[in-house]
């Protein structure tokens, strides 16, 4: 891998690392500023939701004038400048304008990636790339867990973040230095979002890609925190181990499914076998959602090793995009994956508020069940679909 990969790799485990980094945070943030689970639910819907209404102008970035400059600037400008508000925040106000800096910084990181992997990289061999640059880029789930919950009980959560803005500072003045831009495309500039959004192909995907990172996101980048305080009066430092479990899960989930296209000689199957399982599992967690504080850990593990589908999902897609149009098709199906975390993040901050004080149990059991619902319709629209193995 060149330094300019690795340095996108570097700028994806920050963005892993903010998109979850809420769920160990739940309690010192509610001491020090007094915000609650759902402000936080809207503050990590927010980062997704910003994240995706970036990714229409970044996909038109990269085809236009390369991952280099749109990485760059910015995961300068958010990644940095939004950590730097956030270890500032002196309430909710903070916070949310914080996260949807840091969404906009981090937009750009892992589809640039994906781009240099389409242009320049053997089209049989882009899962396997996707998955492995996700995989190293879940590190950040691992960072936001346990060792982030030990830097706000010994430096305070201030200080982490400000060793986080300037972390992000120099990844990303890095990305500018040394990324290499792919040589332009003979018809860049040619065609529009409007050709990928008139294939038919497309619209049968695009529904699973709205709902199938949302369990394994929300929950890992909130909700697993939340649940294991209320249900079972876990410390922060518990509910540290617990996410590292999950995130660990998710880090073998992707590498795993990254080779299964080409072993299995089909996207379309891996993926709907992968999500027909997470549906099961969701289903077990709520069956089981108050039984055992390990036994919903691993249910929650099982669910972020088995949903993570995500690098063969555009995988599938981008078999069905014309050369010209790499950057904004990949960038569109991240619109969609991603924009499905925010919308059904920010709703289950909703589900939240309208079903607690009663039953510790009853908040989780409808946000699990709002997202098995989602999901298991995505899966029986993709199950139309068609396959493809190039």
Not at 28 to 56: R, Y
Not at 287 to 304: F, H, Q, R
Not at 320 to 332: D, M, Q, S, Y
Not at 344 to 363: F, K, L, V
Request: aromatic share 12%.
């Amino acid at each position: 891998m060149n330094t300019g990969l690795l340095l996108l790799a570097l700028a994806y485990v920050l963005s892993q690392f903010f998109r979850a980094f809420l769920a160990v945070l739940t309690a010192p943030l509610q001491d020090t500023l007094g915000v609650g689970p759902d402000v936080l639910a809207t503050a990590s819907g927010i980062w997704f939701l910003s994240f995706a209404a970036m990714q229409i102008p970044v996909g038109w970035a990269l085809d236009t004038i390369g991952p280099r400059r749109t990485a760059g600037w910015l995961f300068l400008i958010g990644g940095g400048g939004g950590a730097a508000l956030f270890a500032v925040a002196q309430g909710p106000i903070y916070i949310h304008a914080a996260m949807l800096l840091i969404g906009i910084g981090c937009s750009p990181v892992l589809m640039a990636s994906f781009y240099i992997f389409a242009r320049e990289f053997d089209p049989a061999k882009f899962a396997t790339l996707a998955a492995l640059m996700i995989g190293v880029g879940t590190i950040g789930n691992l960072i936001s867990s346990y060792p982030m919950a030990f830097a706000a009980e010994t430096i305070g959560w201030r200080n982490a973040m400000w060793a986080l803005a300037a972390v992000s500072a120099v990844i990303a003045l890095g990305c500018l230095v040394t990324i290499r831009d792919p040589a332009r495309a003979e018809t860049a500039g040619a065609g529009s979002l409007f050709d990928l959004l008139r294939m038919p192909i497309l619209w049968l995907i695009f529904p699973l890609m709205f709902v199938n990172y949302a369990p394994v996101a929300a929950v890992r980048g909130l909700w697993i925190g939340p649940y294991l305080r209320d249900v079972f009066d876990m410390s922060v430092a518990q509910i540290g181990v617990g996410t590292l479990v999950m995130s660990l899960a998710m880090i073998v989930g992707t590498i795993a499914y990254g080779p299964l296209d080409r072993i299995l000689g089909t996207r379309k199957w891996v993926v709907f076998g992968g999500n027909v399982i997470t549906v099961a599992l969701l289903a077990a967690l709520i069956t089981w959602i108050g039984v055992d504080p390990w036994l919903s850990i691993a249910l929650m593990s099982a669910i972020g090793f088995f949903g993570a589908t995500f690098p063969v999902i555009i995988a599938h897609a981008r078999s069905f995009f014309p050369v010209h149009l790499t950057g904004r098709g990949v960038t569109l199906m991240n619109l969609f994956g991603i924009g499905g975390v925010g919308v059904m993040q920010t709703i289950s901050g909703r589900i939240h508020t309208a079903t607690a004080g009663g039953d510790p149990t009853a908040p989780y059991t409808a946000i699990l069940g709002f997202f098995a619902a989602a999901l298991l319709v995505g899966v029986m629209l993709y199950a139309l679909t068609r396959d493809s193995r190039d």
